[in-house]
T-cell receptor
């Protein structure tokens, strides 16, 4: 069983829909990143959060460290949001290094 | 432009033929890391480096070597590639390698080993 699990694995939405991607983890963490990977392209960091909620444009990320769960929401989805979304947890083990444990990703396709 | 570059972007090779994937960053970052990405497994760390001449194994180091002779470069070496090393490889860097720092990823190198 992966230490970081994402759901769903695949998601198809119509333009304008509200989208939620979930991430749960089984290890103690100090914070969590949400990353975006476009087809054929690299990976960029969207958020890092350790508590509560962060918002950037139409993207909202929430986390509850105690419940071991984070969500990424996209409001008013658009075809350009189509990408793989990856959560990456920062474990409490691993010393002071920048170790990450990655989820397997959610492939989002937003249709016009 | 601040970036992480990788070369080549695509590579097809045969079993046993040594290859090197280069990674370079222009942000003066101390920390660099190599990951491989496989369907159903996500990203897994191969090796990382906290600074020049300081490297350490990640979660899946078998079959790989790295070196860090200069701060900006962190090449990944496959001395005798095998088909199970067919994957998408990413290099990443961050400022100091401290917990929680944003990592900046390269564009990826897609490797096929026949």
């Amino acid at each position: 069983k992966n230490e970081v699990e994402q759901s769903p694995q695949n998601l198809t939405a119509q333009e304008g829909e509200f989208i939620t991607i979930n991430c749960s983890y089984s290890v103690g963490i100090s914070a969590l990143h949400w990353l975006q990977q476009h087809p054929g392209g690299g990976i960029v960091s969207l958020f890092m959060l350790s508590s509560g909620k962060k918002k950037h444009g139409r993207l909202i990320a929430t986390i509850n460290i105690q419940e071991k769960h984070s969500s990424l929401h996209i409001t008013a989805s658009h075809p350009r949001d189509s990408a793989v979304y990856i959560c990456a947890a920062i474990p409490n083990y691993g010393g002071a290094t920048n170790k990450l444990i990655f989820g397997t990703g959610t492939l989002l396709a937003v249709q016009p | 432009e601040a970036q992480v570059t990788q070369n080549p972007r695509y590579l097809i090779t045969v079993t046993g033929k040594k290859l090197t994937v280069t990674c370079s960053q222009n942000m003066n970052h101390e920390y660099m890391s190599w990951y491989r990405q496989d369907p159903g497994l996500g990203l897994r760390q191969i090796y990382y480096s906290m600074n020049v001449e300081v490297t350490d194994k990640g979660d899946v180091p078998e079959g790989y070597k790295v070196s860090r002779k200069e701060k900006r470069n962190f090449p990944l070496i496959l001395e005798s590639p095998s088909p199970n090393q067919t994957s998408l490889y990413f290099c990443a860097s961050s400022l100091g390698g401290r917990r929680g720092e944003t990592q900046y990823f390269g564009p990826g190198t897609r490797l096929l080993v026949l």
